[in-house]
């Protein structure tokens, strides 16, 4: 059974980039068949698709970010990994990972990113 | 992008009662590209149902999805005490992926 876990600092200073890493269990981000997702949730709201990598690199963003994030995909460590640059309090939120390009078939559990000096 | 109304809001419900919650989408979705999820609090999202109306793996029968074009439902027929969570919609007919807000299924 695949499993995923976030892992990256919980603080992160205005105007700094974000960084955070899934790394994967189970299976493998070298796989064809899936794509590599990122997923966030602000306090009290709702989902919001960030993007995802494919195993070759290929990405797809969400144009609200598209200026600042970056997803990639390390298959020697079996992790893909996120970058959103020049945070500020809007990008505070619960940032999941999860495998699938299309519909979620599995999530990490979430890892709570504050945007504070 | 495709945006994702869910109605209502927040609906209240006893267990063993019959739940309807609709997901309306601005722009039709091809191929019935949608999907539903239940998170509790504290938790990840879970895939319900996927393809608008196939249950993902070891999800129970109770739960089932209908729908096409710009109107979809998810209906949960004899709620459990479990099944009182918040339950979101997403299309995947067209990029950038898109949520609805949420519908909030309580106790009554």
């Known amino acids: 059974q695949v499993q995923l876990q976030e892992s990256g600092p919980g603080l992160v200073k205005p105007s700094e980039t974000l960084s955070l890493t899934c790394s994967v269990s189970?299976?493998?981000?070298?796989?064809?068949?899936?794509?590599w997702t990122w997923i966030r949730q602000p306090p009290g709201k709702g989902l919001e698709w960030i993007g995802y990598?494919?195993?070759?690199?290929?990405?797809n963003y969400n144009p609200s970010l598209k200026s600042r994030v970056t997803i990639s995909v390390d298959t020697s460590k079996n992790q893909f990994s996120l970058r959103l640059t020049s945070v500020t309090a809007a990008d505070t939120a619960v940032y999941y990972c999860?495998?699938?390009?299309?519909?979620?078939?599995?999530w990490g559990q979430g890892i709570p990113v504050t945007v504070s000096s | 992008e495709n945006v994702l109304t869910q109605s209502p809001g927040t609906l209240s419900l006893s267990p063993g009662e019959r739940a309807t919650l609709s997901c309306r989408a601005s722009?039709?979705?091809?191929?019935?590209?949608l999907a539903w999820y239940q998170q509790k609090p504290g938790q990840a999202p879970r895939l319900l149902i996927y393809?608008?109306?196939s249950r993902a793996t070891g999800i129970p029968d109770r739960f089932s999805g209908s729908g096409s074009g710009t109107d979809f439902t998810l209906t949960i027929t004899r709620l459990e005490p479990e099944d009182f969570a918040v339950y979101y919609c997403?299309?995947?007919?067209?990029?950038?992926?898109?949520f609805g807000q949420g519908t909030k299924l309580e106790i009554k």
């Open positions: 722009q039709s979705v091809s191929s019935s590209y």
């Open positions: 990598v494919y195993y070759n690199g290929n990405t």
């Open positions: 999860g495998r699938g390009g299309n519909q979620l078939t599995h």
């Open positions: 393809g608008a109306s």
């Open positions: 997403q299309q995947y007919s067209s990029s950038p992926r898109t």
């Open positions: 189970g299976g493998s981000v070298s796989s064809s068949t899936y794509y």
